[in-house]
């Protein structure tokens, strides 16, 4: 990989997020000197539309020297890159409607990554990763993937079944959002924070938040501060109701449970009868966002192929670009910085099976990840987490092997389902409505 001149290719190009990562790209230019941005989606209309938005973004930042490229032909998109970032979205914010619905039809949480809506986008979801995977060994064996396509633990899980030794990174922003709405809550810098935090994607907890300014773990302080007021989301999701009553919830959870700071996603798994009575069957998050961020991007585009150019840009991402930027930096520049990672457990949680995908720090540099080793778990996260990894991995098994059998065990021991039946009838409908979306299973 060359130092200087960085290719970087953008899958999922048409993705509304790839304006924060570019953004982010910009603003690390000297240690991260691109000279090629190729954005590749399988849908044109989109990623025409934000090659657009980026051209845009280039010439506002006097970056035009930088080539822009676009494309839906995975040679044209991989030959000779050097980093990838991955973002795929397989069926669309459609398919990610029917993923909330259907399981809310049967009162189950309907949720993009947790539940059986997870799952059915898992099952979705692998198989166009897989193949994205396959184009990259073949046209570019040496780059580094960093991807955030959902839903994390499957992609994770499948891919490194699929390809032991591949060189890509799989994280979540979620970890870093919670800190930076704590600290702008509390008036900390998040940037003095040495986190401690393991789980499972979208479950976990975090045991201890050094602040090396402060001399002191100061995640007792906020938990006390969070079971008495309500968190305030940040800028980057200002007036996002659903935002808001997600960290809402956190205060719920720290009352019950005030040992460690939960993801704010854990409020699936703990709490489900009260998101399904709070959930509007007709109206999901999925219908929000093709309102909200979908639609904006849309009238971006348009307003530039009208010919407008100032006052045109608009968007806040908060630190999630700069976040998998910051990952791909480190491997360049070998600074082995500390990132929260899913990966396989092996031992860094001694008391979980050590074949686990699990989320939990890890510095990255020249070589790829290196994780920490934590302290033994506890009994309640211990079990919670073991039935949630065994209904991950026979997910995973039920792609590989067309098996609807490891399917329904799956969708069954998921936590958010309280019987077999209502599983089976879940699984049934989605089968349906996922078509050839989904593996055959038989
Ligand atoms: P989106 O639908 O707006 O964008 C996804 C893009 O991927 C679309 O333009 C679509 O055409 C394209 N696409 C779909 N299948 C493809 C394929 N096989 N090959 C190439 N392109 C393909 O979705 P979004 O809301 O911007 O989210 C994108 C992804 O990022 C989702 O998987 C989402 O869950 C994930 N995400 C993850 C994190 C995280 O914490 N890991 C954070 C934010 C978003
Ligand atoms: C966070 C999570 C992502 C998830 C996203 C959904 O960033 O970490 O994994 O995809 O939220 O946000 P949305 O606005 O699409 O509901
Ligand atoms: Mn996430």
Same mark, same amino acid.
């Given at each position: 990989?060359?130092?200087?001149?960085?290719?970087?290719?953008?899958?999922?190009?048409?993705?509304?997020?790839?304006?924060?990562?570019?953004?982010?790209?910009?603003?690390?230019?000297?240690?991260? %000197?691109?000279?090629?941005?190729?954005?590749?989606?399988?849908?044109?209309?989109?990623?025409?539309?934000?090659?657009?938005?980026?051209? #845009?973004?280039?010439?506002?930042?006097?970056?035009?020297?930088?080539?822009?490229?676009?494309?839906?032909?995975?040679?044209?998109?991989?030959?000779?890159?050097?980093?990838?970032?991955?973002?795929?979205?397989?069926?669309?914010?459609?398919?990610? +409607?029917? @993923?909330?619905?259907? %399981?809310?039809?049967?009162?189950?949480?309907?949720?993009?990554?947790?539940?059986?809506? !997870?799952?059915?986008? !898992?099952?979705?979801?692998?198989?166009?990763? #897989?193949?994205?995977?396959? @184009?990259?060994?073949?046209?570019?064996?040496?780059?580094?993937?960093? $991807?955030?396509?959902?839903?994390?633990?499957?992609?994770?899980?499948?891919?490194?079944? &699929?390809?032991?030794?591949?060189?890509?990174?799989?994280?979540?922003?979620?970890?870093?959002?919670?800190?930076?709405?704590?600290?702008?809550?509390?008036?900390?810098?998040?940037?003095?924070?040495?986190?401690?935090?393991?789980?499972?994607?979208?479950?976990?907890?975090?045991?201890?938040?050094?602040?090396?300014?402060?001399?002191?773990?100061?995640?007792?302080?906020?938990?006390?501060?969070?079971?008495?007021?309500?968190?305030?989301?940040?800028?980057?999701?200002?007036?996002?109701?659903?935002?808001?009553?997600?960290?809402?919830?956190?205060?719920?959870?720290?009352?019950?449970?005030?040992?460690? #700071? %939960?993801? $704010?996603?854990?409020?699936?798994?703990?709490?489900?009868?009260?998101?399904?009575?709070?959930?509007?069957?007709?109206?999901?998050?999925?219908?929000?966002?093709?309102?909200?961020? +979908?639609?904006?991007?849309?009238?971006?585009?348009?307003?530039?192929?009208?010919?407008?150019?100032?006052?045109?840009?608009?968007? $806040?991402?908060?630190?999630?670009?700069?976040?998998?930027?910051?990952?791909?930096?480190?491997?360049?520049?070998?600074?082995?910085?500390?990132?929260?990672?899913?990966?396989?457990?092996?031992?860094?949680?001694?008391?979980?099976?050590?074949?686990?995908?699990?989320?939990? %720090?890890?510095?990255?540099?020249?070589?790829?990840?290196?994780?920490?080793?934590?302290?033994?778990?506890? @009994?309640?996260?211990?079990?919670?987490?073991?039935?949630?990894?065994?209904?991950?991995?026979?997910?995973?098994?039920?792609?590989? +092997?067309?098996?609807?059998?490891?399917?329904?065990?799956?969708?069954?021991? $998921?936590?958010?389902?309280?019987?077999?039946?209502? &599983?089976?009838?879940?699984?049934?409908?989605?089968?349906?409505?996922?078509?050839?979306?989904?593996?055959?299973?038989?």
């Amino acid at each position: 990989m060359s130092e200087e001149n960085l290719i970087i290719t953008i899958v999922g190009g048409g993705s509304t997020y790839t304006p924060g990562i570019i953004q982010a790209i910009l603003k690390s230019k000297k240690v991260f %000197p691109v000279k090629e941005i190729r954005l590749y989606d399988n849908d044109q209309e989109r990623n025409h539309d934000m090659f657009l938005i980026i051209q #845009l973004l280039l010439t506002t930042n006097q970056m035009q020297a930088v080539t822009l490229v676009e494309t839906v032909d995975p040679e044209i998109a991989f030959k000779g890159a050097d980093f990838i970032f991955s973002q795929i979205r397989v069926g669309g914010l459609a398919m990610r +409607e029917q @993923d909330e619905k259907i %399981p809310l039809k049967y009162g189950l949480v309907g949720q993009e990554t947790c539940g059986v809506g !997870g799952f059915a986008y !898992g099952l979705r979801s692998l198989g166009g990763l #897989l193949t994205i995977v396959e @184009d990259i060994q073949q046209h570019a064996p040496n780059a580094w993937i960093l $991807n955030y396509t959902n839903p994390e633990s499957i992609i994770s899980e499948g891919i490194r079944r &699929a390809f032991p030794n591949i060189n890509m990174l799989n994280a979540c922003d979620m970890t870093i959002s919670i800190e930076e709405t704590i600290a702008l809550n509390y008036g900390y810098d998040r940037k003095n924070w040495i986190s401690t935090y393991y789980g499972l994607n979208h479950f976990g907890w975090y045991r201890s938040i050094y602040d090396n300014s402060l001399g002191r773990d100061v995640m007792p302080e906020i938990i006390k501060k969070i079971q008495t007021t309500y968190l305030r989301v940040a800028d980057f999701n200002k007036g996002d109701e659903a935002w808001q009553a997600a960290f809402e919830m956190m205060s719920v959870m720290v009352r019950n449970f005030p040992d460690y #700071l %939960p993801n $704010n996603y854990l409020e699936y798994y703990l709490y489900p009868d009260m998101i399904v009575e709070e959930a509007d069957v007709n109206y999901t998050r999925a219908n929000m966002v093709m309102e909200g961020r +979908e639609k904006k991007t849309k009238r971006m585009a348009a307003a530039i192929k009208a010919g407008e150019t100032r006052n045109v840009l608009d968007f $806040n991402f908060g630190e999630h670009g700069q976040y998998i930027v910051d990952m791909a930096v480190s491997i360049l520049k070998d600074q082995r910085r500390r990132f929260m990672l899913l990966l396989p457990n092996r031992g860094s949680i001694p008391n979980l099976r050590s074949d686990a995908v699990v989320e939990i %720090p890890a510095y990255v540099g020249a070589t790829g990840p290196e994780a920490i080793s934590l302290e033994p778990i506890n @009994d309640f996260h211990k079990g919670l987490m073991e039935a949630q990894v065994a209904a991950e991995k026979l997910l995973v098994d039920a792609f590989f +092997e067309g098996s609807y059998q490891k399917a329904l065990q799956a969708f069954t021991l $998921n936590q958010t389902v309280p019987s077999a039946r209502i &599983a089976k009838q879940v699984l049934d409908e989605m089968m349906i409505a996922n078509g050839d979306y989904w593996p055959k299973l038989r």
